[in-house]
């Protein structure tokens, strides 16, 4: 197989005998028909970076058969591919196929990398606990989530854009915080719990219209709960100017940086016990948010948002809401509307 594009950008051809595509991700994937006429398997399995004490999943692959056109005789089954597909625990597979995507970066595709850094953010992605006055969860007087920078996201019952759009106060914070609370071994074994205890909150990040903005995110192993991180944000892509794993060292570290043809997209890992470097120009104006791509992490807290406010001009400024927005209530009205649209549609064709 050969790797040509990932979140809509195009990356240099890498070929390889296995991908590892994470929640949120996707890819664009040549396959050349080049082999004996028969049939093939295709496989997948998950990949789980979680420690592997834990194994309490799916273990089941997921398979189809490629068939080749022609005249010819099926002497045997077709081969499981044993040998290529990595196991569920394979983390440095996982790590080394990443290693391998880059972008395109030529004349006619060319990327453009902030050089000059306006925003920088150091962000921990953890798992957490919550503690629970009077033992009032029901687990007991603490139960589990996940935080950003040891803030545990919490929905607001009004949402985020349009009470910035209609300046509702009282919905948010505009204080997400560029640093974490504290500084520990964020990848050691046998941290203290009290350090897992999270805050909750509604804080959001704002930044100015084309700030060029980098964040280094941490895994942490609070609760031993290292893990891959698919961290995704809406409303841009970013560049992948570098990963590694342990602790992010500020001093040897960025001198690593590829900030030549580093992977566009919009969705990255987190590596277990690692860290990515991220860099993107906030051209977008509006309400983004910002969120881990497995879901029970994200509804556990693992999120938060970015505002990037309107530039100068029209064209610079976020859009007027549209004259009605369909409540929550309505959407599988909507949904249901739109649906029978479509169908009538297909019908008359």
């Known amino acids: 197989m050969t790797v040509v594009g990932m979140d809509g950008a195009y990356t240099k051809p890498a070929v390889t005998s296995y991908i590892t595509i994470g929640p949120g991700q996707t ?5 050349t028909a080049n082999q004996s006429l028969g049939r093939y398997y295709m496989a997948a399995r998950r990949y789980s970076s979680e420690d592997t004490e834990v194994t309490a999943f799916s273990h ?20 499981f591919p044993s040998d290529t597909l990595p196991s569920f625990y394979d983390y440095f597979a996982a790590a080394n ?19 000059y850094i306006s925003t920088r953010m150091f962000i921990t992605a953890s798992l957490n606990e919550l503690l629970c006055a009077n033992d009032s969860c029901a687990s007991g007087d603490s139960k589990i989530a996940t ?69 280094i995110f941490q895994g942490t192993n609070l609760l031993k709960g290292s893990e891959t991180h698919p961290m995704h944000l809406h409303g841009h ?16 570290d960025p001198q690593g940086y590829n900030l030549i043809d ?39 807290g693992m999120s938060t948002a970015f505002i990037v406010l309107n530039g100068d001009t029209e064209e610079t400024s976020m859009r007027p809401p549209p004259s009605y927005m369909p409540p929550c209530t309505d959407a599988s009205n909507v949904a249901l509307k739109e649906t029978a649209s479509f169908f009538a549609d297909i019908n008359q064709i």
């Not at 089941?60 to 081969?79: D, E, F, H, Q």
């Not at 990255?268 to 470097?277: D, E, S, Y």
């Not at 993107?280 to 910002?290: H, M, Q």
């Open 237 to 252: 892509s970013f560049y992948v100017v570098g990963s590694g794993f342990k602790n992010f060292d500020n001093e040897t």
């Open 262 to 300: 580093p992977p566009k997209v919009n969705t990255f890992a987190v590596p277990k016990k690692g860290w990515i470097t991220i860099r993107f120009t906030a051209n977008n104006p509006g309400v983004w948010y910002w969120h881990c791509h497995i879901d029970r992490h994200m509804s556990w």
């Open 97 to 115: 196929f990443l290693a391998q995507l880059k972008s395109l970066a030529n004349e006619e595709y060319p990327i453009s990398v902030p050089q």
């Open 147 to 215: 935080s950003l920078s040891n803030l545990s996201w919490v929905n607001p019952s009004i949402d985020v854009l349009f009470a910035y759009y209609r300046n509702i106060s009282g919905v948010y914070t505009p204080d997400f915080p560029n640093l974490p609370p504290s500084w520990y071994n964020f990848t050691g074994d046998d941290l203290p719990t009290s350090l897992a205890v999270a805050a909750e909150g509604t804080k959001v990040k704002v930044l100015n219209f084309n700030e060029t903005v980098e964040i």
């Open 27 to 31: 890819m664009d994937v040549l396959l």
């Open 60 to 79: 089941i692959n997921v398979t189809a058969i490629l068939r080749y056109k022609g005249n010819y005789s099926l002497a045997s089954p077709p081969v």
